[in-house]
């Protein structure tokens, strides 16, 4: 397989009281759940990158909430020096997995390994990163091979620098980590013969209320995992605290999120942007300041008891 680079508050003393919340925390979320009837209601954005826009982006996506799963993938952009287009490689990838995970043939690893195996013996060249989710009862199962990546996120009551009363923000009870070889050279699935790396895979037991965030490398290079935070409070904090539906608000979720992502990718060289990409280069001894211009994906999924009308169709780029 070819390899393609892609001022600190006071502390309060141990005997202080923290302020009362006007309403309890057990308004805003559930923390006792059965098990049954947890399900996801889901948003999805995709915006290719500028250059990439006729033909769709290099990305691909899905989110279904009859199977309660959602997947990224990201085609590796160096196969289009060879003529190839990755993003044809990358949504046939996830077509395959959501074929294997509404056949109920195979859990997510099954899934991934089958639809390599298909897309191997369908002979299409390029190469792409992948990330596969699944709620099945109170537990989440996330596996990632490459890039991309995905956040668990759960309201909590955080007190602002100077107030006295606690507002409502999303903590992170989860973060996948990035599968590279080397500097922007994720794992990845490809059509050469080299031996594929293992995916990681991971079970978190979640409840109503969390969120999911799941979302390419166009996404996470752009935005450090506080300021997708702060675009989720921003997006659902009134919806929170009012106690009202969350799910009207996920399309508003999205969208904010692949867009603030890629208003900051396109002020490339820009020397008082400091990316997590660019962390990640100062960290390999390299020099590079600034976004990082690409096309931006991202899925979010609420767990929730009762879907409604919100969030009930499959979601797919292909």
């Not at 141990?14 to 309890?24: D, K, S, T, V």
């Not at 691909?60 to 909430?65: K, W």
């Not at 994720?186 to 969390?210: C, H, K, M, W």
Request: glycine residues 12%.
């Amino acid at each position: 397989m070819q390899l393609v680079r892609a001022a600190s508050r006071p502390l309060r003393h141990a005997g202080e009281r923290l302020p009362q919340a006007r309403r309890r925390f057990s308004d805003f979320i559930t923390a006792k759940d059965e098990g049954h009837g947890l399900r996801l209601a889901f948003a999805a954005a995709c915006l290719p990158h500028p250059e990439k826009v006729e033909k769709g982006g290099e990305d691909g996506y899905f989110a279904d909430p009859t199977t309660r799963a959602f997947g990224v993938a990201d085609g590796v952009g160096g196969w289009a020096d060879n003529g190839v287009d990755p993003g044809l490689f990358a949504r046939r990838l996830l077509h395959l997995c959501l074929e294997g995970i509404r056949a109920e043939e195979s859990d997510l690893q099954e899934a991934l390994l089958k639809a390599s195996q298909r897309i191997l013996q369908e002979k299409l060249e390029g190469g792409s990163t992948a990330l596969l989710g699944q709620l099945n009862g109170t537990t989440m199962g996330i596996l990632n091979l490459g890039d991309s990546g995905a956040m668990l996120l759960r309201p909590a009551l955080r007190t602002p620098p100077g107030s006295d009363q606690p507002l409502l923000f999303p903590r992170v009870v989860f973060r996948s980590s990035d599968q590279t070889h080397y500097f922007n050279c994720p794992y990845q699935l490809g059509s050469g013969n080299a031996p594929v790396e293992a995916p990681d895979f991971i079970r978190i037991r979640v409840r109503t209320g969390d969120l999911v965030v799941a979302a390419t490398d166009g996404v996470f290079d752009n935005l450090f995992d506080h300021q997708v935070q702060a675009i989720v409070a921003q997006q659902l904090g009134k919806a929170w605290s009012k106690g009202a539906p969350v799910a009207p608000h996920l399309n508003g979720l999205a969208t904010s999120i692949a867009k603030q992502a890629q208003r900051i990718g396109q002020q490339e060289d820009h020397k008082d942007i400091i990316t997590p990409f660019a962390l990640a280069a100062h960290s390999e001894g390299l020099s590079f300041r600034g976004g990082k211009l690409d096309d931006t994906t991202v899925v979010v999924g609420l767990v929730c008891n009762d879907l409604g009308s919100e969030g009930d169709q499959l979601l797919q780029n292909w």
